[in-house]
Structure formats: structure tokens, C-alpha cells
Nanobody, 125 residues
Framework: QVQLVESGGGLVQAGGSLRLSCAAS????????VAWFRQAPGKQREFVAHISWSGGGILYAVSVEGRFSISRDNAKNTVDLQMNTLKPEDTAVYYC??????????????????WGQGTQVTVSS
């Protein structure tokens, strides 16, 4: 069992940056693929970014490609999401999620069995 805790959310103006962090406890993070999802009010939870256990297997949603960057430090049991050039449409609760790595890249939320509680990101115009 792995527990996930997100941090780093907040209020930022459009064009600004935030860095989210997902910290794992309970078990070592290294065998898990990790993804970030987000959910805006009244909308479905959507995929944002993925990283495999090795640090490869990086995939971004089209809407954040070129602005967001995902990375991980298995020694620290953390996965970070650097968000640059933020837009008001990036406003959402951001969640990190983990699944036992099998070498595939999965973007469906139903594929992830471990979730954090979420952190709010608000981008003002």
C-alpha cells in the first residue's frame, strides 16, 4: 500500500508558474508509474502527465504540452509537476495517482489504484 500526498498548489496570475509535488509513503515509490490528473468544477477528471518508474515513459496531455514538465526522484519518493505559463483554464484540483508499473503508459483514471487528496491550483486572469 502506498499513500500519496500532494503539495504546492495555490493562487497564481496567468503566465505564472507553480511546482506541485507528490510525496509517497508506506512503500517505496520506485516500482510505481505515476500520473497527474486534474478536475475542474463540473468537469471530469482528466489526465495531465505520466512518468514511468524509471523516469522515462513521459507523456503529456496536449493542453499542457510544452508548458508542464513531470519529473521524479525515487530516492526521495517524490514526483513533481512543474507548471509554467499557466492559464486560467488550468484552474483545477490536481491529483497524483500511482499504479504498479508494467511498462505501459496509461492515461485512464480507472487504471490507477492509489490517489492523493488533491491540491487546488487557481490561475487568475
Amino acid at each position: 500500500q502506498v499513500q500519496l500526498v500532494e503539495s504546492g498548489g495555490g493562487l497564481v496570475q496567468a503566465g505564472g508558474s507553480l511546482r506541485l509535488s507528490c510525496a509517497a509513503s508506506g512503500r517505496t515509490f520506485s516500482p510505481y508509474a505515476v500520473a497527474w490528473f486534474r478536475q475542474a468544477p463540473g468537469k471530469q477528471r482528466e489526465f495531465v502527465a505520466h512518468i514511468s518508474w524509471s523516469g522515462g515513459g513521459i507523456l503529456y496531455a496536449v493542453s499542457v504540452e510544452g508548458r508542464f514538465s513531470i519529473s521524479r526522484d525515487n530516492a526521495k519518493n517524490t514526483v513533481d509537476l512543474q507548471m509554467n505559463t499557466l492559464k486560467p483554464e488550468d484552474t483545477a484540483v490536481y491529483y497524483c495517482a500511482a499504479r504498479a508499473s508494467d511498462g505501459s503508459i496509461r492515461t485512464g483514471k480507472e487504471m490507477y489504484g492509489y490517489w492523493g487528496q488533491g491540491t487546488q491550483v487557481t490561475v487568475s486572469s
